[in-house]
């Protein structure tokens, strides 16, 4: 253990960029063999373990980077208050990200997230939905949605005049309120169940787990910047300043590389989520509305082309699997 501590120090941000690299380009690899796997039409069920594998594989990256983002977020705290000891910087950091950890896979990540993002139906929305809802979860928890209660919520913000659904964390459905004013009640059968199978399948939990592990360490790379602002704007000595300019250089440098890294991620990620899409639209089709839902998408629904990074599958095939 004491020689494990001594070796710390040495693992400074060149090592965890190397290290996430190594991660990274390893986890591409296996994505590549996952989808030419795919393609031969394998077993089902080795098909889906390989897919968790990958799924965990990412998650690891992303969990690499995202330290290594709080290990620099700490590099900078400390240097603003003047604390030179390299060791603590990785006991910080790890206790920094594995908070955000716990956060992002928490009920409390979706209750932020509907508190802040959402709101409650209107009587009129909720008399115009509740039997749909009923009905549909009914159906749900007969084909192994595993939660007592479902929460809709409505999307605040500008993307309210969208027509969208989205399910997010483990019992929460999002609805815009374009969607609660156009779309003909029958077509909402569909669109629920497709995002109950969401919920279904553990597609939206993860979501959340990526986006608010992002998300939190978002915020502290802002604030390392506003420290190296302060910074500047306290520090009237050249010698001070030069020291703060290579710090907000050092970090500038360090988070354009880990953009570029998560930009990569992104590639398997938009790719499995675009099975998931397949996959919810069995379980809608499953429950008996998958005429519903195949209208929905016919009439509300883009089929523009699709690109690597898109979250959707192409909006046709999606319809021939509903067939």
Same mark, same amino acid.
């Given at each position: ?19 996430? $690299? ?105 008399? /115009? ?52 004013? /156009? ?21 939206? /939990? ?55 890294? /998560?930009?990569?991620?992104?590639? $398997? ?55």
């Amino acid at each position: 253990m004491n020689e494990l501590l001594l070796e710390l120090p040495k693992i400074g941000v060149v090592s965890l960029f190397m290290f996430g $690299a190594i991660a990274i380009v390893f986890t591409m690899g296996f994505f590549v063999i996952f989808k030419c796997l795919s393609l031969l039409k394998i077993n089902k069920i080795i098909e889906s373990i390989l897919r968790g594998l990958l799924q965990y594989m990412i998650y690891a990256c992303m969990v690499i980077i995202n330290y290594t983002i709080c290990y620099m977020f700490v590099f900078t705290v400390c240097k603003f208050i003047k604390i030179h000891h390299e060791i603590l910087y990785h006991y910080y950091a790890f206790g920094i990200t594995l908070g955000c950890i716990v956060v992002s896979l928490s009920p409390l990540a979706e209750l932020i997230y509907s508190v802040f993002c959402t709101r409650k139906l209107s009587q009129r929305e909720l008399k /115009k939905v509740e039997h749909i809802i009923a009905e549909v979860f009914g159906r749900s928890k007969l084909n192994g949605l595993k939660i007592r209660n479902i929460s809709i919520r409505v999307l605040t913000g500008k993307a309210t005049n969208q027509i969208n659904a989205y399910a997010v964390g483990k019992s929460t459905v999002v609805l815009t309120k374009r969607f609660l004013d /156009k779309v003909d009640p029958y077509l909402m059968h569909g669109v629920i169940a497709h995002e109950l199978g969401h919920l279904r399948y553990g597609d939206a /939990k993860q979501h959340l787990f990526i986006f608010s592990l992002n998300l939190l360490t978002l915020l502290m790379f802002y604030v390392s910047v506003v420290l190296q602002v302060i910074l500047k704007i306290v520090s009237y000595i050249p010698f001070v300043n030069l020291v703060s300019s290579v710090i907000g250089l050092f970090i500038f440098i360090n988070f354009w590389i880990l953009a570029k890294y /998560k930009y990569i991620l992104e590639y $398997a990620l938009m790719s499995l989520s675009r099975m998931d899409e397949f996959r919810a639209d069995a379980f809608a089709k499953k429950l008996g509305y998958g005429i519903s839902l195949s209208r929905y998408l016919d009439i509300y629904v883009e089929n523009g082309s699709i690109g690597l990074l898109d979250t959707h599958p192409c909006t046709e095939l999606r319809i021939d699997a509903l067939a």
